[in-house]
């Protein structure tokens, strides 16, 4: 049973009496420490009332006054901002991580992330760039047999193709895909590590175990 339950109101007021009596000439504020202090053991209203201050006056107090955590957040994300500034948007968490340390050793990343994204304060990447196209080789080239007519009116009479890149945690994964100029379906594709031919031979042939095109 806590201690709220187990005393009653006279008890309260004089265990609180007998123990604090020594606040009830200290300034309001000290004894709103203590309440805010003592609040898990007494309830509010009953040290507010036996250490002679108002309730509402108690609320004022701690509305106004931030805790000892809220002021450091505060200082940090003043100093996470200038780190950022500093970078010119570009410094991520870590590097962050490592100005905020300077004044703040013991800030974990963790916490350091939580005031980030409440403020909104995210890192400027660049875009990586892969080339995927190399013009300067000796193979033969295909005749242009499209020549720029796009629009085709029915389905599985002109397939294109084209290669693309995605950046994974294990490193570059190619894609090659087939679409249909008409339903603008991507009827086929196939991925790989490398972007050599068999990438887009296996994107074709997959293309043409689905739909099965006539053979003209």
Not at 172 to 182: N, R, T
Request: glycine share 2%.
């Amino acid at each position: 049973m806590s201690s709220k339950q187990s005393l009653g109101r006279n008890e309260i007021r004089f265990d609180l009496k007998k123990s604090y009596g020594h606040l009830l000439n200290k300034r309001p504020e000290i004894k709103y420490q203590f309440i805010k202090k003592h609040c898990s053991e007494f309830p509010i209203e009953k040290m507010c009332h036996t250490l002679e201050v108002s309730r509402s006056g108690y609320y004022d107090w701690t509305e106004r006054t931030p805790s000892k955590r809220k002021q450091e957040n505060n200082k940090i994300i003043k100093l996470a901002i200038q780190s950022h500034k500093k970078s010119n948007s570009i410094y991520g968490l870590d590097k962050i991580l490592k100005d905020v340390r300077a004044e703040f050793p013991k800030c974990s990343r963790h916490r350091l992330y939580k005031l980030q994204k409440k403020s909104n304060l995210y890192s400027k990447r660049k875009r990586k760039f892969k080339a995927t196209t190399d013009s300067n080789h000796k193979l033969p080239v295909a005749k242009n047999l499209l020549n720029q007519e796009f629009s085709i009116k029915t389905p599985v009479t002109v397939w294109v193709s084209d290669t693309s890149y995605v950046n994974t945690s294990e490193g570059w994964l190619y894609l090659a895909a087939i679409k249909d100029l008409c339903t603008k379906e991507i009827v086929g594709w196939a991925t790989d590590n490398n972007m050599k031919t068999k990438l887009c031979k296996r994107a074709l042939k997959a293309a043409v175990m689905r739909h099965r095109p006539p053979n003209e």
